[in-house]
């Protein structure tokens, strides 16, 4: 079946730092592979997505690439900022049958960015 | 800027009133809308897909008599929580289906009191 793993939080940060949050999944055929960002009390924006093997998703300096061979999207970010804070979720999209569409998600990660 | 609306933000009810959540999409037609519930510090769980002009396909678990979900057009899904209690409380989120599924809802967060 899919299934999404991600670390587990908080992860708390200085600001300017390196940030990695892994992300491992499982799945039958070929998904697509997101990061979501959910800010307080708001709904889930997509922050960057890879639709197939070796693509590399990037946005706000964010970065994920969609590696077949270890079954991982990890997230990074070279410099991570206040305004930052948040959830991650990290998702993978079926692409099969009834299930087409739906995204499966890991359990989030809380980021807290310290000035 | 946003192309999928969920309307309210935020409610408070009474327990044993029913609340509808409106979801629809701004500028496109969705054949498909997933509805989420989101607890505290937890993850999305999935609830149901919601199919234009045929009844919702419910998850494990989820009650279909509690939780009504009609998607009468191509652009508009409703979720009724019907006969709500306190442990309803929660982040309730929907999702259009364009192509793959990007575009969320700003959710809504339902207190039962």
């Excluded at chain 1, 992860?11 to 997101?34: D, H, K, Q, R």
């Excluded at chain 1, 970010?77 to 087409?100: E, M, N, P």
């Excluded at chain 2, 309210?8 to 029913?18: L, M, R």
Aim: with cysteine; aromatic share 12%.
């Amino acid at each position: 079946g899919n299934s999404v793993t991600q670390m587990e939080g908080p992860v708390t940060l200085s600001e300017e730092a390196f940030l990695t949050i892994n992300c491992t999944y499982t799945a039958t055929g070929y998904p697509s592979l997101f990061w979501y960002v959910q800010y307080p009390g708001e709904g889930l924006q997509l922050l960057l997505k890879a639709t197939k093997a070796d693509d590399k998703g990037s946005n706000k300096g964010f970065e994920a690439t969609y590696r077949k061979e270890t079954t991982s999207f990890h997230l990074e970010k070279g410099s991570v900022q206040v305004s930052d804070s948040a959830v991650y979720f990290c998702a993978l999209s079926s692409d099969r049958g009834s299930t087409l569409g739906r995204l499966y998600f890991g359990r989030g990660t809380q980021l807290t960015v310290w000035p | 800027g946003a192309v999928v609306s969920q309307h309210p933000s935020w409610v408070i009810c009474k327990s044993g009133t029913s609340v509808k959540i409106e979801c629809r999409s701004l500028d496109f037609q969705a054949t498909t809308m997933f509805w989420y519930r989101q607890f505290p510090k937890q993850s999305l769980m999935l609830m149901a897909t919601s199919n234009e002009g045929s009844k919702a396909t419910y998850e494990q678990g989820v009650e279909k008599d509690k939780f009504l979900i009609n998607h009468a057009s191509l652009t508009l899904s409703t979720l009724t929580v019907t006969s709500a209690h306190p442990e309803d409380s929660s982040f309730y989120i929907c999702s259009a289906r364009r192509g793959i599924p990007l575009h969320f809802g700003n959710g809504t967060r339902l207190t039962v009191t």
